[in-house]
């Protein structure tokens, strides 16, 4: 079992910057496969990134490709995602996600992922 918790949101001027991150508890945090998904009114949620266990491995959606980058460091039970150039189409809650079965490697499978946390609002205005 594992819990997340987001912070770092916040309401920002398009073409600025963010950095959220996802504190976990547990004490394998280092086996877990780390998401982060996103979730705009009226629209279902969708995958930003995904980081394998050992950092070694990163997946992006194209919306966010060269704009976003995940990170993990595992002595801190942590996964960022720093967020540069926003624009106002990026406004979502953002989630994070953990997956045991580090074997997959369909990082951008909703339903593959059995821990979330409660979400944290990013708002880009115009």
């Known amino acids: 079992q594992v819990q997340l918790v987001e912070s770092g949101g916040g309401l920002v001027q398009a073409g600025g910057s963010l950095r959220l991150s996802c504190a976990a508890s547990g004490r394998t945090f280092s086996s877990y496969t780390l998401g982060w998904f996103r979730q705009a009114p009226g629209k279902e949620r969708e995958f930003v990134a995904a980081?394998?266990?050992?950092?070694?491995?990163?997946s992006y959606a194209d919306s966010v490709k060269g704009r976003f980058t995940i990170s993990r460091n595992n002595a801190k039970n942590t996964v960022y995602l720093q967020m540069n150039s926003l624009k106002p189409e990026d406004t979502a809650v953002y989630y994070c996600?953990?997956?045991?079965?580090?074997?997959?490697?369909?990082?951008?499978?909703?339903?593959?992922?059995?821990?979330w946390g409660q979400g944290t609002q990013v708002t880009v205005s115009s």
């Open positions: 996600a953990a997956d045991e079965d580090y074997s997959r490697s369909d990082y951008n499978t909703r339903g593959r992922y059995d821990y």
């Open positions: 980081i394998s266990r050992s950092a070694a491995f990163a």
